[in-house]
């Protein structure tokens, strides 16, 4: 078990260090907070957000992208949580009719796709771009880069990559 401040660049060798990444963040979110995810698609955002639902609620909560509802909400074990899936949205403006600021009120969020939000952030977020890496025999593996911001910065976050 490593800490790393809320900040920084590892790599996600397997989808169980992915998941092993929400669950360490989901231990650090509060109320008012965003997680946003961006990265190319099939980068694993939704494996990243349904990780830390789960930490969240229950290792078998359903949780399936909401790239068609747009957003599903969750009663977490002392946090409420909604994921958003931004991907759709042809404004910043669409994601806060659907509640994305009484979700922040209420509880914390998970945001893919928040530059869809042109700007318009949550002001106590930590950035995560998910890029893909490709070795040389084909294999996958996922680079995180992690950038804190309002809240965020300077926070510890215990992580075994």
Do not use: N
């Amino acid at each position: 078990m490593i800490v790393l401040r809320a900040e920084g660049e590892f790599r996600l060798d397997d989808e169980a260090a992915t998941a092993r990444l929400g669950a360490a963040l989901a231990r650090e979110l509060k109320t008012g907070e965003a997680i946003c995810l961006s990265g190319p698609l099939g980068a694993g955002k939704s494996t990243l957000a349904r990780a830390l639902v789960r930490a969240l609620t229950t290792p078998g909560e359903e949780v399936p992208s909401p790239t068609f509802t747009l957003v599903q909400f969750y009663e977490g074990e002392g946090l409420k949580v909604a994921h958003f899936d931004l991907y759709r949205l042809t404004s910043a403006e669409e994601a806060y009719e659907i509640g994305l600021d009484e979700a922040l009120d209420h509880g914390a969020a998970v945001i893919e796709w928040p530059e869809r939000l042109e700007g318009h952030l949550p002001p106590d977020r930590l950035d995560i771009e998910i890029a893909i890496d490709i070795s040389p025999d084909g294999g996958e593996a996922r680079r995180a880069r992690l950038i804190p911001a309002g809240a965020w910065e300077g926070r510890g976050l215990e992580f075994a990559a």
